[in-house]
Every structure is written in C-alpha cells, then in structure tokens.
C-alpha cells in the first residue's frame, strides 16, 4: 500500500521531525535486515533462488557491495535487480528541483549548495517515492560516455552561461540515479573505453565530465548484469571494472520440475486470455523446457530462457481460444492437439548446434513427444485405463484434431468407464465438456506414445486406433 507523500517542505522542518540522512547501501542494509528479522518476503516473486542465488545478494547487499548478476539469458537478472528496488525507503527527502536527487542536508551540485547558502534552513525539499530512485540501460555498442556520466549541453551555455561554469553539465544517467539504484543490462556489450568511465563511480563514487574540475561524491548502488559467453563472444568486461565490483552472483534456471512449474504459474499471462490450461498441459511445457535444455543438440551456452516456456503456455491457451471461437464452444480448454503449433512457434528462441542444421525442428517435435510421455507416465502410468482400450480392442477409431470441439470429441469417444478417475489423477476438479475432452485426449496421445494404440496424423487432424 502506498503511503502518503510526507508533509516537510523546507530543510528546517525536515530537521524539526527528525529525518536522519543515511547513505542508499546504509538504507539498504537496514531495511534489509528489519525483514530478515521480521521474516518477510525480500524479494518477492522471484521463484527458484531461495536457497541459492538470494543468500549471496543479501549479504553482497549486507556488505554494501556494488555487484553483478551473472547468468545466460531468460534466468530473471533483470527481474531481481529490479526487486532490490523494494528495499528502498517509500519516501526521501531531495533538494526540490535537483537533477541528481541531492539530499537537503549535504548538497553536493553546484546548484544546491549555492541555493544552501542562500536559503538555510529555508531550502526548499520535495520527495521522491523509491520506485522514481532506479535508473537502467541496456548496454548497447552506441552508448556513450556522455548518455552515461554527462556532457556540456549547449542550450545552457547558449542562455548565456560560460563554458566554464559547472552548471552548463547535463548530467547523465549514472549521477540522475544518485541516492538510488543504477543497473547496467549486458554490462560487456559495453565497450571497453566506455566501461573505463565507471571506474570512478565504483571506487572514488564520483564522476569527471570534459574538462571540469568537478567532483560529484555519488551515492548510489550499481548493479550490473551479464551473459557467461559474453565474456569471450560478443565482449568482455574490462579486468579493472570487474575487481571494483564487490560481488560477483551466478544466476541458474529453475533446478527443479516443481520450480519450473511454479514459474510457469506465475508469469503466463493466461487470466486475462479467458482460456484454460489443464495443469497437466503446463507439465508437458515445463518438461519440453527442461529436455531442451539437456540437449546435445542445442548449444548449452546460449540457454533456453524461461520466456520460452512461458510463451509455449500462452500459445497453447491460444490454441483453444482459436478453436472456441471457431466452433462455439463456450468455455476453452487446452487439449493435446493444442501442443504441436507450439514447435514452430518457439523455434526462434533456441540457438542449436552448427551440426544440427536443418533438423531445428524435426529435433523439437521428438522433445515436445518425449514431454508428452513422461508426463503421461508419471500421472497415469498406474491408472486402470481398460474401459477406453476396450473400445479400441472391438475395432472403434476416434478422430479428433484442433477443431474439433470437445463436445464432438466426447461424442465420438462415448462414454468411457473410470473417466472420473482419470480426472482426478489430472487434477481436473470440474466436470465440463471442455475438461473431460482434454483428459481423454491426453489418453489417447499417452496410448499412442506408450505403443498401445496407433495414430494416423494428417497435421491437422489425427486418428487413433488399434
């Protein structure tokens, strides 16, 4: 809940209530450990990296270090760095109209302290709310030191300042973030001779623009964030830079298949689609996941990010909302014949190796079945599947495809005995047309896997039979 903007307007009644002043990393670690104490959440809806990669950022933020994120792409840098940001006080207190956020009791601006002096305990102050004290870049191969630390900028010296003067500096983004956090994404696609520049934002806390004799005691907490490769590939991070960072944190992907599955959860965005994707469906996703992962045909450097699974979930409950549409059913389900558009459709988010040009897909299908079968073994490897296979033992075939809906599906199945067993080992607690047809479907593809039926698959429609 945000709280309500603080009353001081002026130095004097700032010190009056009794504000403090404490440096970022101070105010981190403080806060930090009130909810260490408090057992609260520290940074929350980060899924997978209680046990490992959140102890090391504690105390890398305990320590007051300034610290990079190491990990290949998809593994939630970008989404921890900006956690840290809730760490922050709500509100604090800034020299009203000061472009790098100057605390009003120790202006560091030329600006600031010549309005200290003149002002005192009169000095105007306005609030900053924590989530306007980050600032981040991408690191691209174009920034340069001036979107970074600052230049002269000449719409000041043309309203008659002197090149001289300090306050014709526009500052950049590193001194705007002052009193907050700043994070630099993909730090070593930075080039070299710009990542010179922060050497003295990491060691001296301070930043040099052209020519001026100015000193600017920054206070600010940077994070940055890097690719393994990164560092022989596209670029490397300068030696120097690396040894001012204090810590140093490997991010990983979710270790487990619970861990992938609550990723999944938590990030597809599916509420809003109006579809429905049966738990099981999400499990054949987060095991497609993970066997592209451990493949030798997919170069194990580059990873596969989260968004692929997160993107394949959503794409599935497209598949149904495609289908509902163009049948009429009322409420969507995703089904098994919703799996395969996913192929195509991820195959851009995977590098593989050189060797296995050409076969992209054909070695994606053969995981996505593999996804499909494990899953099926683990929910119903056990299960008392007889009532449907005696079906297919007096010669039935059952026809079904992405448009089919699943009230045809469930007609032309019939009924099948233990069909409310099956569905409580899926985890389908309802009992609509929609659900009983994506457990039967999910059946059938298990059957045809496991070599106790056959399919005729025509890519739109697929027939299983003895």
């Known amino acids: 809940m945000l709280e309500s903007t603080p009353r001081e307007t002026t130095v004097g009644e700032l010190r009056a209530a009794g504000h403090t002043r404490r440096t970022v990393k101070a105010e981190l670690r403080e806060n930090l450990l009130a909810r260490l104490r408090g057992g609260e959440p520290r940074f929350p809806g980060i899924v997978g990296f209680d046990e490992t990669v959140l102890p090391h950022l504690e105390r890398a933020l305990l320590a007051g270090h300034d610290l990079v994120l190491l990990g290949e792409r998809g593994q939630g840098k970008t989404r921890l760095i900006r956690t840290v940001v809730g760490l922050l006080d709500e509100w604090t207190p800034v020299v009203a109209g000061c472009e790098i956020n100057d605390h009003p009791y120790a202006p560091v601006c030329v600006r600031c302290r ?198 394949g979930t959503e794409t599935v409950a497209a598949g149904a909302l495609r289908r509902a549409a163009l049948t009429g059913e009322e409420r969507p389900v995703a089904r098994v014949c919703d799996l395969p558009p996913v192929v195509p459709a991820l195959m851009g988010k995977v590098e593989f190796e050189v060797s296995e040009e050409g076969r992209e897909q054909e070695v994606l299908e053969h995981l996505l079945r593999r996804a499909v079968a494990e899953t099926y073994r683990r929910r119903l490897g056990a299960a008392d599947l007889s009532g449907l296979l005696d079906k297919f033992d007096a010669g039935e075939s059952v026809e079904s495809g992405e448009l089919v809906p699943s009230a045809e599906l469930l007609h032309r199945v019939g009924k099948v005995p233990g069909l409310a067993k099956i569905m409580e080992r899926l985890d389908m607690g309802g009992d609509s047309p929609g659900q009983a047809a994506a457990a039967l479907e999910f059946v059938l593809e298990g059957l045809f896997l496991t070599r106790r039926l056959s399919k005729d698959d025509t890519g739109t429609t697929s027939t299983y039979r003895t």
């Open 114 to 311: 010549r309005l200290a002096a003149e002002l005192d305990e009169d000095l105007p102050v306005e609030w900053r709310h924590r989530d306007e004290r980050f600032g981040e870049k991408l690191a691209t191969p174009d920034t340069s030191v001036g979107d970074l630390i600052g230049d002269i900028d000449p719409i000041k010296v043309a309203e008659g300042r002197t090149l001289g003067d300090p306050e014709t500096v526009h500052f950049g983004l590193v001194p705007r973030a002052n009193r907050g956090i700043f994070s630099i994404n993909e730090l070593p696609d930075l080039a070299e001779r710009i990542q010179v520049a922060l050497l003295n934002v990491l060691e001296e806390r301070d930043v040099q623009v052209r020519g001026y004799a100015l000193r600017l005691p920054l206070d600010v907490l940077l994070i940055a964030s890097a690719n393994p490769e990164d560092y022989t590939n596209r670029g490397r991070i300068i030696t120097p830079l690396k040894d001012r960072f204090g810590a140093e944190i490997r991010t990983h992907y979710p270790l487990t298949l619970d861990l992938e599955l609550e990723l999944i959860k938590q990030e597809a965005e599916l509420d809003g689609m109006g579809a429905e994707v049966p738990d099981h469906l999400i499990e054949v996703i987060a095991r497609f996941t993970r066997l592209v992962r451990e493949s030798t045909a997919v170069d194990a450097r580059s990873g596969v990010s989260a968004r692929f699974s997160i993107a």
